[in-house]
């Protein structure tokens, strides 16, 4: 089993890269949002009990992907210090089960981060779309720099479709 876990800030264009990667691989898309909009149901956004069931939903579908074989695409935001532990946990599960990690980081400019955040597209899943809201939670959490402990594959969307990022990263990692 093989997982391209897709990281950057809020706006990146994560799942939009995902989606595209879907296309020429046939890997499934289980999006972020897909555990927090179910969690969020039942807990309070961001509380410790909140990422604790989004954690645990989490482990439940890589263990279906393990069993079955099933190659996933994962998104998510990686804040520096405060998601290593998850980080770490995600790779000692995936050594465990015989499968592959491969990490991909997006990042772009400033001005294309804020004209993507505020896009009608991230309605849908109640995305942060606010300009305000980025500033803060940039400030609060560094969402911009690469996961120290792991090998990435990093790519400037700035000014690259989400279709030629998705074929880069097949490329690189011979998906």
């Not at 645990?56 to 579908?61: A, R």
């Not at 790779?91 to 990690?101: D, W």
């Not at 400019?109 to 606010?130: C, F, M, T, W, Y």
Request: glycine share 4%; net charge positive.
């Amino acid at each position: 089993m093989k997982l391209v876990f897709i990281y950057g800030p809020p706006g990146v264009g994560k799942l939009t890269v995902a989606k595209e990667l879907s296309k020429i691989t046939n890997f499934k898309v289980f999006h972020n949002h897909m555990t927090n909009d179910f969690v969020v149901n039942f807990e309070t956004f961001g509380t410790k009990r909140f990422w604790k069931y989004v954690g645990k939903i989490k482990e439940v579908i890589y263990h279906m992907a393990f069993e079955n074989n099933t190659n996933l695409i994962t998104t998510g935001c990686y804040a520096k210090g405060h998601d290593d532990k998850s980080i770490k946990r995600k790779i000692k599960l995936f050594k465990k089960n015989k499968s592959q990690i491969y990490f991909v980081r997006l990042y772009c400019d400033k001005p294309q981060l804020e004209n993507r955040v505020i896009a009608e597209s991230r309605k849908e899943h109640g995305k942060l779309r606010d300009l305000k809201e980025l500033k803060k939670v940039l400030k609060k959490y560094d969402f911009l720099a690469p996961i120290p402990f792991v090998k990435s594959l990093e790519i400037n969307n700035s000014n690259i479709s989400a279709k030629n990022v998705a074929k880069m990263i097949k490329k690189h990692y011979k998906l």
